[in-house]
């Protein structure tokens, strides 16, 4: 009853929708009507501006990290195995929220912060983290592109649990959460594949079309 408890709160935190609490607190709108009708902190910061955009994007980090450490540790789940289940219950609760017909954000900043929350409880795996965020960053300064940043740091994700040799548990975690990443992305895919997807422009990239 307890793991029950832990994964219904996981997920109901999980569910807030941020972005739409957001979009309707600073400018009165449904964020799902404007941009590309994500609820997540990219669509919010293109909608609603970089201030808004970057406290969405806080919030739903911190989504992450909580039921990893303060969830966990209020019903005593003790082991990785069972704060994996709680990770996995926020980001499902953030991509498929209850609030909002169970159709919400893409999970990358809710899933980084799950791992930063492994990271605070298993020291194992600060390496995959950091080669992750590098990973992401250096396909996000070279492409502009936050979908294709995303797509290709949890595509790597799994790779980098196998390759540092974690657990079969930590394993499995990486591959769901690079399931869900590439679900939730098909329509960038399709947009990546007939050039469509919004660019991000860098000053270095400026003669790029």
Request: proline fraction near 4%.
């Amino acid at each position: 009853m307890m793991l029950l408890w832990a994964v219904v709160t996981s997920y109901l935190m999980g569910s807030i929708p941020t972005a739409y609490l957001f979009g309707k607190y600073y400018k009165g709108i449904d964020i799902r009507k404007f941009g590309s009708g994500n609820v997540g902190a990219t669509n919010a910061i293109r909608v609603l501006g970089k201030k808004p955009g970057v406290m969405v994007l806080l919030i739903d980090i911190i989504k992450g990290i909580i039921p990893l450490t303060i969830v966990g540790d209020i019903f005593a789940l003790e082991g990785v195995f069972f704060r994996i289940l709680l990770g996995v219950a926020v980001v499902v609760g953030h991509n498929w929220t209850i609030f909002l017909q169970f159709k919400g954000g893409k999970g990358i900043a809710t899933s980084f912060g799950v791992l930063i929350g492994l990271t605070l409880k298993f020291a194992m795996l600060r390496p995959v983290l950091l080669m992750g965020v590098f990973s992401w960053a250096v396909v996000f300064l070279a492409f502009g592109y936050v979908s294709l940043a995303s797509i290709f740091a949890s595509t790597l994700l799994p790779i980098l649990m196998l390759l540092t040799d974690q657990s079969f548990e930590l394993i499995m975690l990486g591959v769901i959460f690079c399931v869900f990443v590439v679900v939730r992305h098909r329509p960038n895919i399709k947009r990546l594949l007939a050039g469509k997807e919004p660019h991000v422009s860098f000053p270095f990239q400026k003669n790029k079309k």
